[in-house]
């Protein structure tokens, strides 16, 4: 069982009670121009993810995604580790739009990138985003990762400008 508490946070595993969050964090703005392949339209499809990546768990191949509650368990967000085309690994998150500005995106990826990069044994993991994705370029900075690359190259299937970062392992 996955289950990682920080000071507001707790990272744990999906359970299916949470399609109806997941599917409201995924409909905001954001989401729909920075991460369109992970907009829930219906709650059913909430479930058919939840339902995939809850059976990833125990295993190294990934992806490694899971929900980050608030310490009264309300479902804000998830972050993600995921296997790269052609080798590597990239982290992910998201924090739906009621809940942004918080810190909490920085705080969740702190605490989950140890953890999830030794439990898939690497020293290295990518952050990409839109070069206009401004937020999670700050998030990025502010835990650590060091900028790699900006400018055109594919992102989930379009050529957009892009910004890669990485971050190693201390």
Known sequence: MFNLETERLIITE????????VHENSLDEDTRRFVPDEVFETVEDAADAIDFLSSQYGGTDG???YPVLLKDKTNIGYVQAVPLDGGGWEVGYHVGGKFTKNGYATEAVKAFLPV???????DKIAGICVAENVASQKVMEKCGFVPDFKGIDNYQGEQREICRYYYMLG
């Not at 999906?14 to 969050?21: G, L, Y």
């Open 14 to 21: 999906f359970t299916p009670d949470m399609a109806q969050a």
């Open 63 to 65: 992806p490694h995604v």
């Open 116 to 122: 999830v990069m030794k439990r898939v044994g690497i």
